[in-house]
């Protein structure tokens, strides 16, 4: 009798990093946010990063190469070479990388995308470093695992305006940005102003930071009082805020929408603020997060309603900004 030699697999636990997330999207169309360039440029890197692509070859043998501009003004050059692309399922790359001017690392990354539930798409990243070392050098100095986690869910945002159209509208005001974002995320100045043509806020308890929640409280002209609360992503003073928006409960919990049973339980709201010649362009993007496809109709439905009540808001907002006691609680 002949016995089969099994060559034993290497436990590589110890050098390895694998990060997962579930999205609510077709494996298609994950791959594709995955492995275009025009998508990938606009998710890739932790909250606060941006990324200039230089190169993105994609097809086994080809390079990709892009520049990582962190918060801090620091860059982090990488290149990677595709070594092995098996479509939608499988993306093996060859990876190096650095701080610009420090050390570099290397490692082998290996993307699966399974298709689950639903039309939902599982994402698993593996990273596995020449050394334990290596890897813990990388989770250390450049936060990898917090970093990736955070990259993968701005692809979930990404994948959110894919599926549906976002909500856009803008106003300007006739106000320096600066002034615009301390009304836009100071609680003192939000709470006078904040919510639809009128009402009042009435509690407002903000930990403005990523992270960090607004829950809040606003009763109309007729008495009817709702909670609603943020849940900030990133923070980008004075230019950006991303954040999930619900309506809530006294006690903070998630609820519906107390008239529209239909209406998404989450919503991803993303504020932009663009100064141009003293005055300042806000931009407001609305669009449904992790939702059916009832609750995407019911959203598409109510664009209208959508833009009669960010009017009031702005509205609000520019009248508070013509205060002359502003400046004085600023």
């Known amino acids: 009798m002949t016995t089969t030699q099994k060559t034993p697999v290497e436990n590589t636990a110890d050098r390895e990093i694998i990060i997962t997330r579930t999205f609510d999207a077709p494996r298609e169309l994950v791959w594709e946010a995955m492995t275009d360039a025009r998508h990938v440029v606009n998710w890739w890197g932790p ?44 993306i093996v790359l060859a990876h190096s990388g650095r701080r610009e001017g420090g050390p570099g690392v290397t490692s082998v990354k290996t993307w699966m995308f399974d298709a689950v539930e639903s039309g939902k798409t599982k994402v698993t990243i593996r990273m596995v470093f020449s050394s334990a070392t290596e890897r813990d050098f990388v989770v250390k100095e450049f936060g990898a695992i917090e970093g990736g986690k ?67 409280a606003t009763r109309t002209a007729d008495g009817k009082e709702m909670w609603g609360k943020f849940f900030y ?27 529209h049973a239909q209406w998404p339980l989450e919503m991803l709201h993303t504020t932009t603020l663009v100064e141009r010649d003293g005055k300042t362009l806000l931009t407001i993007e609305w669009v449904p997060f992790n939702v059916t496809d009832e609750e995407r109709r019911c959203f598409d439905g109510m664009r209208e309603g959508m833009t009669q009540g960010w009017t009031g808001t702005f509205k609000q907002l520019e009248e508070y900004l013509k205060g002359q006691t502003f400046g004085a609680r600023g």
Not at 80 to 89: G, N, S, T
Not at 165 to 183: H, N
């Open 47 to 90: 909250r606060g990063f941006s990324t200039t692509i230089e190169k993105m070859d994609f097809r086994v043998g080809g390079i990709w190469k892009l520049v990582m501009h962190g918060p801090d003004g620091a860059n982090y050059p990488n290149e990677q070479v595709f070594q092995e692309i098996v479509k939608p399922e499988r």
């Open 150 to 216: 955070q990259t993968l869910e701005r692809l979930g945002e990404q994948l959110a305006k894919a599926i549906c159209k976002p909500f856009v509208i803008s106003r300007e005001f006739s106000a320096p940005r600066e002034l615009v974002w301390r009304a836009w995320t100071d609680r003192e100045h939000l709470k006078h102003w904040f919510g639809p043509h009128g009402c009042a806020v009435t509690t407002a308890n903000m930990d403005f930071r990523p992270g960090g929640t607004f829950h809040y």
């Open 233 to 259: 992503r990133e923070i980008v003073p004075p230019h950006k805020v991303v954040l999930i928006n619900c309506f809530s409960d006294a006690a903070g919990g998630m609820i519906r929408h107390p008239f």
